[in-house]
């Protein structure tokens, strides 16, 4: 289901429509383009949330938002990488799990 | 919550409103959710401080509460739901770089294999353009049966869209460098465009086949008939057998979606047997009559159900 712009205002109190305009233009909101303009998916609502959060609650100043969000980004990537390494570790066979780990063991070790 | 509010957010009972709100914000930074992903008790903690901080930020309900008229649990919060479960679960991956993993592709084989589509080179660096994500909602017969569209977006853009025919609800069109323009001579990135396709008012589809409903007359069922039927290409003739009846599914081989590189679908037409709109009373005589001998019960099988 995606909301266009009105619908994302009226489902975000803290956010308005200018502020949307201003965040979507930096690029920290990244919505796809319709015909009739951007339409947002819910995980685009949640970063808009989360950003009025780190606005209005915690005070991150305006400039210091792209290092939050650029960094937010990565570790949110690298989860994702690590999940998928994991599991592709563990679809190996178990002598092969074993030798993965002793190796992991002795390079993180030094 | 059940926990003292001012002891959660480390404050003095009597302290004023700006170090309640300035402990919060202090709290909130170390905890968030967003900020610390897969740390639970750095979750359920923020939760409690949140609360903490929701009820002693409104004056009243800090003095209902100093008075005792109130506990901290009724300053639970509805369950709120964090950008974490999106970026967790890979709804949120446009957002995601893989760029921070690019030097990992000289400690590692495996690395340069999973992340060496990156034209990055030594000295001048090229860049790959970013992609762009777009979104089209389509007719169904359009999606059934294909169709070139030209679309423009808002900010001047437009497309040349080659749909497919078959395209499924949800597919999504890559076109090859319409994206953003790369940098130092590195390639295009691809516009991606996201399909919704509208449903149909009388067709239906499942998979490659369609799925219709053909209401036909008492006459037609009883008697057998040759009716027109509609197709997503067009009207066909098709035989209706004498004795048809109310869900009787007839198959028109081939007449269903024909999608490149797949096996041509079927269009499914389930009977309906309607009545004339009207009450006809020549109908009725009729009916009274013949009920006397061949009377019926189509209900036999409900029969021993409780």
Not at chain 1, 73 to 84: G, H, I, N, P
Not at chain 2, 167 to 189: F, M, P, Y
């Amino acid at each position: 289901m995606k909301l266009s712009e009105k619908d994302v205002v009226l489902q975000v109190d803290a956010v308005t429509l200018r502020r949307l305009r201003l965040w979507v233009g930096k690029g920290w909101i990244a919505p796809v383009t319709g015909e009739g303009g951007p339409l947002f998916d819910a995980a685009d609502v949640a970063r808009v949330r989360l950003l009025c959060e780190l606005r209005d609650e915690l005070k991150i100043a305006e400039d210091a938002v792209p290092v939050v969000l650029s960094l937010m980004d990565q570790v949110f990537s690298l989860r994702r990488e690590m999940k998928a390494l994991a599991r592709a570790v563990d679809e190996q066979p178990h002598e092969v799990r074993i030798r993965i780990r002793e190796a992991h063991l002795s390079l993180t070790k030094g | 919550m059940s926990k003292d509010p001012y002891e959660l957010l480390g404050v003095a009972r009597d302290a004023a409103q700006g170090d309640i709100t300035k402990a919060y914000r202090k709290l909130a930074k170390e905890l968030h959710p967003d900020l610390n992903p897969g740390d639970a008790a750095a979750e359920e903690r923020f939760k409690e401080v949140s609360a903490a901080y929701h009820l002693l930020n409104d004056p009243e309900q800090r003095a209902r509460y100093d008075r005792g008229e109130i506990d901290a649990s009724g300053a639970d919060r509805p369950q709120q739901e964090f950008y974490r479960r999106y970026a967790d679960t890979g709804e949120g991956t446009r957002y995601h770089s893989t760029s921070s993993f690019e030097d990992f592709a000289d400690a590692s084989d495996l690395f340069s294999e999973l992340f060496g589509q990156q034209e990055a080179r030594r000295g001048t660096v090229k860049m790959r353009g970013r992609d762009q994500h777009y979104h089209l909602e389509i007719d169904f017969l359009e999606a059934a049966e294909g169709a070139k569209r030209r679309v423009a977006f808002p900010q001047g853009k437009s497309l040349d869209l080659n749909i497919p025919a078959g395209t499924r609800d949800g597919a999504t069109l890559r076109l090859k460098a319409k994206g953003g323009a790369g940098l130092n001579g590195g390639s295009a990135g691809d516009a991606l465009v996201e399909i919704s396709v509208r449903p149909h008012r009388l067709f239906r589809r499942d998979g490659d086949d369609i799925l219709l409903e053909l209401p036909v007359a008492i006459d037609e069922a009883v008697l057998g008939a040759r009716v027109e039927v509609p197709t997503v290409s067009g009207r066909v003739a098709m035989k209706i057998q004498k004795g048809a009846n109310t869900g009787d599914v007839l198959r028109l081989k081939g007449k269903g979606i024909n999608a490149e590189g797949r096996t041509p679908g079927d269009q499914l037409v389930t009977l309906k047997v309607m009545l004339p709109e009207a009450p006809d009373a020549e109908l009725e005589t009729f009916l009274k009559t013949w009920r006397d001998r061949h009377g019926y019960d189509p209900r036999s099988q409900l029969r021993d159900m409780p």
